[in-house]
């Protein structure tokens, strides 16, 4: 069976985004790239909702990436994607597919049958809607040493607690904190 692992970064009051799709603030950097870099090499099949799609597609694919951020581009772009969207007509980044319908359905199915590990990156949304339905086997949160004010929490929108076990910790030099979190058996 596979596992699905939910990965965003949050500032320290709790946001994944300051307004829809503004990031800005989150600071990344060699040792942020090295992290990625390892997180890739895991090959795990990559989970975005539609927005989060949207602005990876924007960046990964272009020459910009490839120059910048070549080890990281290159994993982003072989990766197997899929993307999660009622409203997207196609997904035309490669290795990429499109779920529109019955998503926890289909992902459940997946993680039984399939066995292959996923990740989901950023997609707030999604993140809510898969730890509703207790489909997501580990939370890994980092932490920017930065408080934006306003935004958009990560689990926004969420009905039930979700206790969590901390499994893991990583302090970067910059002073982002990774969280590794299991959900918790009551």
Request: net charge neutral.
């Amino acid at each position: 069976m596979g596992k699905i692992t939910a990965f965003n970064f949050i500032s320290l009051d709790g946001y994944y985004e300051a307004s829809p799709g503004d990031i800005s603030w989150h600071q990344h950097d060699a040792e942020g790239n090295k992290f990625s870099e390892e997180m890739l090499a895991a090959n795990n099949t990559l989970l975005f909702g539609r927005v989060t799609y949207e602005l990876m597609v924007s960046y990964w694919p272009t020459p910009y990436a490839l120059e910048n951020d070549p080890i990281v581009a290159a994993g982003m772009n072989k990766a197997e994607k899929i993307v999660f969207s009622q409203t997207l007509k196609e997904a035309s980044w490669n290795n990429t597919s499109l779920m529109k319908h019955n998503i926890l359905e289909e992902i459940k199915s997946l993680k039984q049958k399939d066995g292959k590990n996923m990740a989901i990156l950023g997609s707030g949304s999604i993140i809510t809607q898969f730890a509703q339905a207790g489909l997501i086997d580990e939370y890994q949160l980092l932490i920017d040493p930065i408080a934006i004010g306003g935004g958009t929490s990560i689990f926004r929108g969420i009905k039930n607690k979700l206790p969590l076990k901390l499994k893991k910790t990583k302090v970067f030099k910059n002073g982002s904190v990774l969280l590794c979190y299991e959900p918790a058996t009551e």
